[in-house]
């Protein structure tokens, strides 16, 4: 089902523009594994009806602490990450675990663009137009265990080419983690580029996952490692703020942050009068995704 919420910046790449491109593109954009993307990419049925932020500010305002605490730091130091070749181990409650090299799994899978929202637990947010697939793809292809409920990642540990491991900010190298329904719903993506573009280093080339209801943070970058487990998993920032930073983490704007509201957030690229705006519950994906948590008391499981 397609949303149609609509927003408006005075800094974005007219969509007619960028619709040209598309076509002029086609599908042979490759990516920075020196891989293809694959045939034309079209809009999926999962993509909102929105008018995406400029890639100039989607590949410059970013959090990545691997390469620094500031919000330009990943845009200037992320050149050094080497990508190319990009592996991920599939292990755990899998029947075949193993190594799975980037350009087999692209092979195996349909990757298309989805224009998501995207909300920070900062209160900023923009609208990108990834490129990428299915999570359950890649979960079906390593064969997912009966008993498997929760489904755990982590980000590449190189400190020698991401600086920012050198510090104690964050206990490294960075985890994220989802229950299984989640992973497997059709709107968590694995994203491999943004506006046809191979994925910017800065933003979490070459595979970063995508949750759009949940906070970003969520949506864990530089992917190597994928885990099913029947436990829930650590994650980072839950590990150093569980009372802030929540498991779930899910985009709702009546749980406050201890030291800040989530009722509202401003969209990156309107510049210094750009107004803020009303946060959406899930992020505006409550038809598709709230039935994942009936039941549950969303404040206590934030």
């Excluded at 990108?128 to 929760?150: D, H, I, R, S």
């Amino acid at each position: 089902m397609a949303y149609t919420i609509k927003l408006k910046y005075s800094d974005v790449t007219p969509r007619a523009d960028y619709m040209n491109r598309r076509q002029l593109m086609g599908g042979a954009v490759g990516l920075a594994t020196g891989l293809a993307l694959g045939p034309a990419l079209g809009a999926s049925k999962y993509s909102a009806d929105l008018d995406p932020t400029a890639l100039e500010d989607i590949s410059s305002y970013n959090n990545f602490y691997e390469f620094g605490t500031g919000k330009g730091d990943p845009a200037s130091h992320a050149h050094k990450l080497t990508v190319d070749p990009w592996s991920v181990e599939i292990d755990g409650m899998v029947e075949r675990p193993g190594s799975y090299g980037l350009e087999d799994i692209l092979k195996k899978v349909t990757q298309e663009e989805r224009i998501y929202r995207f909300r920070c637990v900062e209160t900023w947010s923009m609208v990108v137009p990834w490129v990428g697939f299915e999570l359950n793809q890649l979960l079906n292809m390593a064969g997912v265990q009966g008993g498997a409920k929760y489904v755990a990642f982590q980000t590449l540990f190189r400190p020698e080419e991401m600086p920012g491991q050198k510090t104690v900010n964050l206990e490294w190298p960075y985890r994220e983690g989802l229950r299984l329904d989640e992973a497997m719903h059709p709107l968590t993506i694995m994203a491999t580029g943004i506006y046809d573009e191979p994925m910017p280093k800065q933003n979490g080339a070459p595979l970063r996952l995508v949750v759009p209801w949940k906070y970003g943070y969520k949506s864990i970058k530089s992917i190597v490692r994928v885990t099913l487990t029947d436990k829930e998993p650590q994650t980072t920032w839950n590990m150093l703020q569980p009372n802030e930073y929540g498991f779930y983490s899910n985009v709702n704007p009546e749980v406050s942050h201890p030291r800040w509201s989530q009722a509202y957030e401003k969209p990156i690229g309107g510049g210094l009068f750009a107004k803020r705006q009303e946060t959406l519950k899930f992020n505006g994906y409550e038809e598709e995704v709230a039935s994942l948590y009936d039941g549950m008391d969303l404040v206590v499981n934030h």
